[in-house]
């Protein structure tokens, strides 16, 4: 190694070390490159965090029975449209808090933290209501057989019935990325998923007086974790070790900011229920193939996660450069920040496209031996991975959008791309063609794509700068 070299990878350690401590949370001078490197390795690493329980999980599910499995693919389809409503608060609480600090308002920036953390609570209980008393229900629409509606209730019934740990967790975790505090959003993930590692297979098998739950042990893991996790976060916004320290007082219903809060978020919102409830339809389209199919579409999309979520990571540090900078007038630097961060987002992702292209079906083979399962997850993760350096550019690009408070773009795009192209082109394919589940794969990949290019023409028009929130 030379002495360049030595010093570069020293540097670079020194970086690290600093990124995961989370040593800086202001971003609107100095290096990009390293503005970029500071904010996205706490969330990379955040994110891988999400996707190695997301992994785990599965794991011990798939031990269960290929019903529990498609119990959790059904399950999660379905609420993803109430993570709808979180989403869309994360996006508008990241863009106005950036846009707050950025600007040096740190008042206005815990105003706003404290109206998003009181909408959560508020869908979050309706929705709780309504998931726990119509479990089966929910099961049943999205053409569950009656078998696995028997034994999958329990944890359909439990995650909507907690689902305001999970809403909580990512909508606090997106004031601290706001707020340049990425690495504590980092340890709360790593807090929240190590519980649910641990507690996963003595919930789902059983251990000492604690009896077998089967999959609905994963949904009581989870609710543990998450809920630990969050009381972590609200320690830290009480007692003031993030940029944002929020006090009793500040606890009071500010119309204004709220209504600010609901406006930024309608679009984030939509924009996510568009594509939400387009992965809806497909699961259903896919269920008309077989629980073996639809599990191995189930474990298809949970080792996507494990390397969408690091890619999502980078995508969530442009928004927030976008938000910081535009909050402190420099709109060329942000977009030289997207520019970049896309960039090095399309590196990681080409990779892990060639190892999917090389061992899909060895990969979903460590989750399941049914041959059925296999070959049905394998050709997912192959012509999924295909569109992978298109998928990165998309999802930097539109987050860039939501960081700078243009959640109305991106919900325009998703409705071309989602609604008007990837759902009657699925079923065209799967069944006017009877390519079957295929028919579907091939329509998400195409999709994926279309989001990239339109996104990328609409970003260099320019209009998102002019956006105020």
């Known amino acids: 190694m030379t002495p360049s070299s030595t010093l570069t990878f ?39 965090m999400e996707s190695i329980f997301a992994i785990v999980d599965i794991a011990y599910v798939s031990q269960v029975s290929v019903n529990a499995v498609a119990t959790i693919g059904l399950t999660e389809s379905v609420i993803t449209l109430v993570y709808a409503v979180a989403i869309g608060l994360s996006m508008a609480a990241t863009a106005v808090v950036a846009r707050r600090i950025g600007g040096k308002d740190v008042q206005g920036a815990k105003e706003a933290a404290v109206q998003a953390i009181a909408l959560g609570v508020l869908v979050s209980g309706i929705v709780g209501v309504i998931g726990f008393l119509y479990a089966k229900e929910i099961l049943a629409l999205m053409g569950a057989e009656p078998d696995l509606i028997a034994e999958g209730f329990g944890y359909t019934r439990l995650l909507f019935g907690g689902n305001i740990t999970i809403l909580l967790l990512f909508l606090i975790n997106a004031i601290f990325r706001g707020a340049g505090n990425a690495s504590i959003a980092m340890w709360t993930l790593v807090l929240s998923n190590g519980l649910n590692i641990i507690l996963d297979p003595i919930f789902i098998f059983g251990w000492g007086p604690i009896p077998e739950y089967g999959v609905m042990g994963a949904a ?102 976008v938000g910081q900078n535009l909050g402190a007038k420099q709109p060329e630097r942000a977009e030289t920040s997207v520019w970049k ?35 049905n997850g394998g050709l997912c993760l192959q012509i ?3 569109g992978y350096i298109f998928y990165a550019y998309g999802m930097v690009v539109t ?51 279309l989001l990239a290019i339109i996104s990328i023409v609409w970003f260099k028009k320019g209009n998102w700068k002019k956006v105020q929130v």
Request: cysteine-free.
């Open 384 to 386: 999924i991975a295909l």
């Open 10 to 48: 020293k540097k670079l350690v020194r970086y690290f070390i600093q990124a995961v401590a989370g040593k800086e949370n202001e971003f609107t001078s100095g290096s990009i490159r390293k503005a970029i490197f500071m904010l996205s390795i706490p969330m990379i690493l955040e994110m891988m």
């Open 220 to 321: 009581i893991a989870t609710n543990i974790g998450r809920g630990t996790a969050v009381l972590f976060q609200l320690a830290i916004l009480f007692f003031g070790w993030s940029a944002i320290q929020i006090k009793f007082k500040d606890m009071v219903l500010r119309v204004a900011v709220m209504l600010n809060l609901i406006k930024v978020s309608l679009g984030g919102i939509a924009q996510f229920l568009i594509g939400t409830s387009s992965w809806v339809f497909l699961m259903r389209m896919i269920s008309e193939f077989g629980s073996e199919v639809l599990a191995g579409y189930t474990i298809a999309i949970r080792v996507m996660l494990f390397t969408l979520m690091p890619s999502w990571g980078m995508s969530n540090a442009a928004a927030t450069l």
């Open 399 to 449: 987050q860039a959008f939501n960081g700078a408070g243009d959640t109305g773009t991106p919900t325009k795009i998703n409705l071309v791309a989602f609604w008007m192209f990837q759902l009657p082109f699925a079923y065209v394919a799967a069944i006017t063609f009877e390519l079957g589940a295929m028919g579907v794969f091939i329509a998400i990949t195409a999709a994926e794509v």
């Open 341 to 375: 961060t896309g960039k090095y987002n399309a590196y990681f992702m080409g990779v892990v496209s060639i190892i999917y292209l090389l061992f899909a079906y060895d990969i979903v083979g460590w989750f399941n031996e049914n041959p059925v399962v296999i070959e």
